[in-house]
C-alpha cells in the first residue's frame, strides 16, 4: 500500500476536529487541531504518524483518534499532569496553549503512546442501542414475539448485546426497567417503533480484539476512547459496563465473516428468531468481509420460515444519506428490506422512516 502524503494525514487530523466540533466536542476538536500542527518527525510517535502507510482518516485507520485515545488514557492514569490540567473539567484551553503544552510532553511518552496506534479505537457507544432496539421491536412484532437469539459482529465489550437491560424511550414506547441504570433517551423524530416484547433467550459477539468488562485494563481502555469532554457518555459507558459485568455475554475473538459463516447455522432453528446485528462496525471492515457477511446472512435467511425466522440488522455510516446512520433490517422468510431510520452514528438523534 502507498505511504500517504503527510498533508494527507494532517487533514485527516482536520477532518476529525471538524467532526468532533459538530459532535458536541469543542476539546477533542481542538486537541485534533493542534496535534495537526505540532506532529513532526523530531518524535517516534510523530514519525509513526505521519509516516502512516494505509488511510488514515474515518474511514479507513482513524489514526486521529488512535493517538486522542492514548493521550487520554495517559492522563486519566496520571502520567502526564501538565496536560492535564487543560482536559475537562478545566476551562478551554486556546490552540496555542495547547500546541505548546503538546510539543513539551509528546517526546516524554513515545514507549506509552506508541502501542496505541496499533489499536483500532473502540467505542462501543451504549447509545447505538437505540436504533437496534428500535429494529428489534420491528422484529419482535413480526415474529409474534418469539424470543430472540442476537449476534453481533463488531461487538467491542459486548455493551450492546445487553442492551435489553437498559431503559430505552422510543419518542412514545418505553422499554425495559424504569431502574435500569443506563436510560437510553435519543432525540426522536416520527412515529415511535412498535410497542413490542423483546426477549432475548441467547446473546453471543465477536470482535477481533474483544474487551472483557470484567478486565480493569480493558475498561480503561474503552473509556480512554470517549471523547473527555463528553462526561455523560463517560458515565453512561461506566454504568454500562457495571451492567455487562453482572452476567457478561459470550464474545469470541475472531474475524467478522469467518465467525458468522461458523457461528450462525444456515438451518433454521425452531421457536426462534435470529438476528444478526451490528452498529458503525463495518467501515472498519475490508469490502470482502461485508459481501461475505451479507452473502452469508442471504444463505441463512434462504432457509427461514415463519416459524424460525432470520433478521439482518445494521446500522452504519451510509453514504446515501450523507454518511449519517441508516439503520437497515433484512427479515426473513421473503427477505424484505427496509431502512427503518436514520440518524446521527451515535445513535443520539433518530429519525424514524417507517
Known amino acids: 500500500m502507498a505511504q500517504p502524503a503527510e498533508a494527507v494525514i494532517r487533514e485527516a487530523f482536520a477532518e476529525q476536529a471538524e467532526a468532533c466540533a459538530e459532535r458536541g466536542s469543542p476539546f477533542t476538536s481542538r486537541l485534533c487541531e493542534a496535534l495537526a500542527r505540532v506532529l513532526d518527525h523530531s518524535t517516534c510517535i510523530g514519525q509513526h504518524v505521519l509516516e502512516w502507510p494505509g488511510r488514515p482518516d474515518a474511514r479507513g485507520d482513524s489514526v486521529p483518534l488512535r493517538l486522542v485515545g492514548g493521550l487520554h488514557a495517559l492522563v486519566r492514569r496520571g502520567s502526564l499532569p501538565s496536560l492535564a490540567a487543560l482536559y475537562p473539567p478545566h476551562p478551554l484551553p486556546d490552540i496555542p496553549v495547547l500546541e505548546k503544552t503538546l510539543a513539551e510532553v509528546l517526546p516524554t511518552v513515545d ?3 506508541l502501542p496505541w496506534l496499533d489499536l483500532p479505537p473502540q467505542t462501543n457507544e451504549p447509545m447505538r442501542s437505540a436504533p437496534l432496539m428500535a429494529g428489534l421491536l420491528v422484529v419482535a412484532q413480526e415474529s409474534k414475539e418469539l424470543p430472540l437469539a442476537v449476534y453481533e459482529v463488531g461487538a467491542s465489550a ?3 448485546l445487553v442492551l435489553d437491560r437498559y431503559r430505552h424511550c422510543l419518542g412514545k414506547t418505553a422499554v425495559g426497567s424504569p431502574d435500569a441504570p443506563v436510560l437510553i433517551e ?15 433467550a441467547r446473546r453471543h459477539g465477536s470482535d477481533l480484539e474483544p474487551l472483557n468488562v ?7 481502555r474503552l473509556l480512554a476512547y470517549i471523547w473527555a469532554d463528553q462526561a455523560d457518555r463517560l458515565a453512561r459507558v461506566e454504568a454500562a459496563l457495571e451492567i455487562a459485568a453482572v452476567e457478561p455475554p459470550r464474545l469470541d475473538g475472531a474475524e467478522a465473516a469467518v465467525w458468522a459463516e461458523r457461528t450462525i447455522n444456515t438451518q433454521p432453528e425452531a421457536g426462534v428468531a435470529r438476528v444478526l446485528f451490528h452498529a458503525v462496525a463495518m467501515q472498519y471492515a475490508g469490502e470482502e468481509t461485508c459481501e461475505r457477511i451479507a452473502a452469508h446472512a442471504a444463505r441463512v435467511g434462504a432457509q427461514a420460515n415463519d416459524g424460525a425466522p432470520f ?3 445494521r446500522f452504519e455510516a451510509d453514504p446515501e444519506f450523507n454518511e449519517k446512520g441508516s439503520l437497515h433490517l433484512t427479515l426473513w422468510p421473503g427477505g424484505k428490506e427496509e ?8 445513535g443520539e438523534r433518530l429519525r424514524r422512516l417507517r
Open 311 to 313: 433478521a439482518w440488522l
Open 111 to 113: 514507549n506509552n503512546l
Open 339 to 346: 431502512v427503518l431510520a436514520i440518524g446521527d452514528t451515535h
Open 186 to 200: 435519543p432525540h426522536w423524530e416520527g412515529s415511535a417503533p412498535p410497542n413490542a416484547h423483546v426477549r432475548i
Open 214 to 220: 470484567s478486565s480493569q485494563e480493558d475498561r480503561e
Open 158 to 160: 459486548g455493551l450492546l
